[in-house]
């Protein structure tokens, strides 16, 4: 954990400790020399924590050492935080005042002794006290000097080998009769083809490669069969070494890289061939490029399976579309359980069977959970053991190193430093929860885990590319997108879930009302609200004085203006604080205390009217979640304070959007306004947010027209407006001025006759995803429509009067990193499934006759190749 967290921390926080925001504090020369004593002893000792986190499964001194480290460097962190804080606040209150910097000197200056030689100089001197006696400790240990290592292996797979029981296999029949097909086909171009199978590790990936390996028309139609366990060591040495075993038996591994492949091409030259690599991890192109060359000297029809977790590797190694492998049926999974628990059927309780239905649940259609659960209860008939699986999470239960926890977590310790404390993370969130990407990647920003090296690039970018990565290696399911690409949701599988919370450990918990125990070092914590009176604050909590995160899941109408004070007055180092669905009409002016708030979401609190001045002392804050909050009556006074505010979700009353409230947020980038019913005007102010990249305006029926001020943004690249009834785009001049527009969503327009001129410029330029939906009197599109060189979607869905495209639309093409590509066109209605043109072919489908149905193929016959389909 101290090569994840601590380290990572550590890193953070040397990097505070050289800021401009340190810089511009005057602090006392005395105060100055132990702040840098303090930067020297931290970089002194981040030089032996990844040797400390290597010897601390053996040595719980070490443990607790780095456990006492990382209590002092967060609250180092804290400080430096404080400081820059202040320094902020400070330039807020002077904005627009040329002798800024000289005010916010004055403040720290030695002339001002309560702010100096109390509050700064005495937090330092406590702090290098502590961390010189750990420092004195760590002698104790003699730790070496490691650099940062970009994965573990002290948690190793077995290797695996290709013998299988078929009969012993349950619910892989189907998923095998498709591989098999996929080996046998002969419609690829290439002499040797690549078969990614890919999958949540425990999925049973390598079983169904040995059900194929072994099956009877396999073994008749590849002359030569060899059988590879990768796993982490893919050393071009080492790889061949192992085909070539595999395929004669023997040993080469006296031989040096040059003579073995020479060996490998001998062996597999003129064969038909079946090579399985399974458990593949390696993400290098080029090994990989390496490797492949050695293996293309096959015949035709030769094949490769690569079994891997991570769908860079399936990219890398496919030559065809990857084979997804999907979890069990849950009928499927009982009938595995059922069978790991009991010698057979005529031992089976009904009693246990009916516990059993509820623990194969939790399993998440994975076999090896299943195996893991099932194979703990084997011949155990006490019904208190069985409620113990039931009731506990699976990563609390003590397994072995080939049960699921234990093997899940080699995707863990497979990922990158900068990801796994992203990871660890998610499991915050409630299991089965379907979560906003967007919310995920603001939460990790609000905590500091996703930082800019050089500074260049956004960090919600590096967050969405985290976001990624993490999704191809399987962390997340039931992903929702948009019409454009972008991803909007996704769930964390359960069993996610639980390796989530394994690696986290003490610092994230998920507190019930009947939790007795709470650990001191707890630092993001989930509360549940069950059983909770709302004038009681259970006493465990207090003693937690540096929580970083603050979830609720209480009931509506359990939390009163008390406990918010109680949560205010207690943990003043919050990053992060939900509050949702409260039924105060007003939040305490306590809120303001929470000094190093970044994230702060109120949404679905549908009482609340008021938000108190003191929130815009917030000036750290960057995320604001309004969302249902329909009665709120409008922004206080001096939002323009909120200086750091790069994304608001906003419900709220007001008719106007505050002018004054718009001219400091020049870092918003993201806004939501949705239902906001009395919402008539944006207001001219909106030319301020000059950084805005996203603006969503969904269910606003008042609003009339976008304010001329819009064509100031241009950094805009989303703009999506759903269901405003009143909206009329042609009024001025329309879009003109959205220099960077990208995906354009226009749903639920009634005004909307034909797309505003004012959007040619920048449509003809850079417009990649347009979709019109549900606009009833949409009747032209234009025809600079055709000139769109960029567009690479078009969808249009229930515009009943719109009978025909562009004549130029046909040929339209759009320019795709790799080349021209064909735009993919749809059209939908109540009667028209689905009309679209991609890839050189146009095709209708359409359901039954009528109106629907041909006025969709008159507008197919514009194209030069049509199809017309009845569904």
Known sequence: MAETFLFNLTERVLSKASS?????????????????????????IKAVLLDADEQQSKNHEVRDWLEKLKD????????????????????????GCRSMLKKVSKFFS??????????????????????????????????????????????????????VRASEIIGRDNDKDIIVELLLSHGYQENVSV?????????????????????????????????????????????IEKIIKSATGESFSHLDVDQMQSRLRDVLKAKKFLIVLDDVW????????????????????????????????????????????????????????????????????????????????????????????????YMKTDEHEWFYIRDNEIWEIE??????IPILRLTYEQMPSCLRQCFAYCCMLPKGYELPREVLINLWIAQGFIQSTNGNRLLDDIGNQYFNELLSRFCFQDVVEAFDGEILACKVHNLVHDLAQSVAGVECLNFKFDTNVISERVRHLSFHAEGFSEKEFPAALFKVKKMRSFFNSFKVGSVNKTFIKTITLNFRCLRVLVLNSLELEELPRSIGNLRQLRY?????????????????????????????CEQ???????????????????????????????????SLQYLLLYKCSRLELLSEGLQHFTALRVLRIYECPQLASLPISIKFLTSLEKLWIWNCEELNLLEGKGMEGLASLRSLLLIGLPKLVTLPEGLKETATTNLQHLRIADCANLSTLPEWLQNCTSLLRLYIEDCPNLLSLPEGVRSLTAKHWYGRGEVEIIWKSSRIKMFFNYKGHTRCHSRGSGKGAASLQRVAMTFASTEIREL
């Open 110 to 163: 030695p002339s001002n002794p309560i702010a100096l030689r109390f509050k700064v100089g005495n937090k330092v001197k406590d702090i290098r006290k502590r961390l010189d006696e750990i420092t004195c400790d760590r002698k104790n240990f003699q730790f070496s000097e490691q650099a940062l290592k970009t994965k573990v292996e002290n948690n190793v797979r077995e290797q695996t080998h290709s013998f």
């Open 195 to 239: 078969i990614p199978i890919v999958g949540l590790g425990g999925l049973g990936k390598t079983t169904l490669v040995k059900l194929v390996y072994n099956h009877d028309r396999i073994i008749q139609n590849f002359e030569l069969r060899m059988w590879v366990c990768v796993s982490e060591d893919f050393g071009l040495n080492k790889v």
């Open 282 to 377: 390696n993400e290098d192109r080029n090994k990989w490029t390496d490797l492949r060359d050695l293996l293309i000297s096959g015949s035709i029809g030769s094949k490769i399976v690569v079994t891997t977790r991570s769908k860079m590797v399936a990219t890398i190694t496919g030559t065809v579309v990857p084979y997804n492998l999907s979890g069990l049926e849950y009928n499927d999974c009982l009938s595995l359980f059922l069978k790991c628990a009991f010698r057979g059927e005529e031992d089976w309780l009904p009693n246990l069977v009916e516990i059993g239905k509820e623990i194969v649940k939790k399993c998440g259609g994975v076999p090896l959970a299943v195996k893991t659960l099932g194979s703990l209860l």
């Open 72 to 95: 002092v460097v967060c609250d180092v962190d804290d400080l430096f935080d404080d400081f820059s804080t202040e320094v902020l606040r400070r330039r807020v209150e002077v904005h």
């Open 600 to 628: 702060l979401n109120l949404s679905h609190s549908g009482n609340l009217k008021y938000l108190p001045n003191s929130i815009c002392k917030l000036v750290n804050l960057q995320t604001l979640n309004l969302i249902n």
């Open 20 to 44: 401009l925001a340190l810089d511009e504090i005057n602090l006392a020369l005395d105060v100055k020399t132990e702040l840098k004593k303090l930067e020297n002893t931290l970089s002194m």
């Open 399 to 404: 397994q072995k190193q080939c049960d699921i």
């Open 632 to 666: 709120l009556q409008q922004l206080p006074r001096d939002t323009w304070k909120l200086v750091s505010l790069k994304t608001l979700y906003l419900s709220s009353r007001q008719i106007c959007l505050p002018k004054k409230g718009c001219q400091s947020p020049s």
